[in-house]
């Protein structure tokens, strides 16, 4: 298994512009979820999903929109992109009665000019 | 709503020495309550947890974790430190009523460990 998955691993973006982080795992997992980390802030929720066709928002979804058509992946889209969302980036898969917490991917390291 | 405090910034401990990492929660219920490490340019990996049970729980690499809920603290430990100890530590919480892909993350400590 591959596990979780992330691309791309490095990013640089202007203002305004917009893109998709991908996400996939190959372990069936039910749950996904993305987190973005930053310095002195730790781990926060963006959007997370239950399962394929049912996504909600986190902690800070603000500028950010996922979709879950399928089990194996969770794309982060950013439609304009703000020096703000400057971040590291990572996804998470898990599922029900799992007790050892989340298994998170690479993270996708993304600044914003 | 969930939340974790992880006081300090930075953890310096000489090699050898044992190692504590704080860690306070606040949930409604019972906790479920996670150790994650991050070594440089890489994902988070899970150490240990604790769920249910003794209130001492061993994981990953030697390290163990106290539980205690009347102060509400997870503390992480190692009785002697390695220098390859040296990474970013998270304490997690995840209330019970969700599920694993909403985790409540501290802050991070940043532990240094001294040759």
């Known amino acids: 298994n591959a596990g979780v998955t992330q691309t791309p691993k490095f990013q640089v973006l202007k203002t305004g512009q917009s893109m998709t982080l991908q996400c996939a795992q190959d372990?069936?997992?039910?749950?996904m979820s993305w987190y973005r980390q930053d310095p002195g802030m730790g781990l926060r929720l963006i959007h997370y999903?239950?399962?394929?066709?049912?996504?909600d928002q986190g902690e800070v979804p603000n500028g950010y929109n996922v979709s879950r058509s399928t089990t194996e992946d969770f794309p982060l889209r950013l439609l304009s992109a703000a020096p703000s969302q400057t971040s590291v980036y990572f996804c998470?898969?898990?599922?029900?009665?799992?007790?050892?917490?989340?298994?998170f991917g690479p993270g996708t390291r993304l600044t914003v000019l | 709503a969930q939340s974790v405090a992880q006081p300090e910034d930075q953890v310096n401990v000489a090699e050898g020495n044992p190692l504590t990492v704080k860690c306070t929660y606040s949930?409604?219920?019972?906790?479920?309550l996670f150790w994650y490490v991050q070594y440089p340019n890489r994902g988070l990996q899970f150490l240990l947890k604790?769920?249910?049970?003794?209130?001492l729980v061993k994981g990953s690499y030697g390290f163990e974790a106290e539980f205690n809920k009347s102060q509400t603290s997870f503390h992480l430990k190692k009785p002697s430190a390695l220098v390859s100890d040296s990474a970013l530590y998270f304490c997690?919480?995840?209330?019970?009523?969700?599920?694993?892909?909403?985790?409540?993350f501290g802050k991070g400590n940043q532990v240094v460990v001294i040759p």
């Open positions: 998470a898969s898990s599922y029900p009665g799992n007790q050892d917490g989340a298994f």
């Open positions: 372990m069936n997992h039910e749950y």
């Open positions: 999903s239950v399962g394929a066709g049912i996504t």
């Open positions: 949930v409604s219920g019972n906790p479920y």
């Open positions: 604790y769920i249910t049970g003794d209130n």
């Open positions: 997690a919480v995840r209330d019970p009523a969700y599920g694993n892909n909403r985790l409540a």
